[in-house]
């Protein structure tokens, strides 16, 4: 009677040890993020950004370089950079703004 008791404790405590692993990984694999952010279309957003410009090939350059390092090209065709703070952050050697 004593041995069954303490083999079915012990049979729930494994269980119940099983079940915190299966949980701890399901929560670590959700916080890593598993999911890449989807990449927008650089081309057709920097198509739009740059349509005003009076010199449209240097801006959809300069556009779809931003674009592919952050993943996001604000909206309109000037200004709105606070959309964006990496696309708004990155400069030239001279310290200007890179994208328009």
């Known amino acids: 009677?004593?041995?069954?008791?303490?083999?079915?404790?012990?049979?729930?405590?494994?269980?119940?040890?099983?079940?915190?692993?299966k949980a701890d990984q399901l929560v670590t694999n959700a916080s890593k993020g598993n999911n890449p952010p989807k990449k927008i279309d650089c081309g057709g957003a920097c198509a739009a950004r740059?349509?005003?410009?009076?010199?449209?090939?240097?801006?959809?350059?300069?556009?779809?370089?931003?674009?592919?390092r952050c993943n996001c090209v604000p909206p309109g065709t000037a200004g709105n950079q606070e959309m964006c703070p990496c696309y708004a952050s990155l400069t030239t050697h001279g310290g200007r703004r890179k994208c328009p």
């Open 1 to 21: 009677m004593a041995i069954s008791k303490a083999l079915i404790a012990s049979l729930l405590i494994s269980l119940l040890v099983l079940q915190l692993v």
């Open 50 to 68: 740059c349509r005003l410009s009076s010199r449209p090939h240097l801006c959809k350059r300069a556009c779809g370089t931003c674009c592919a």
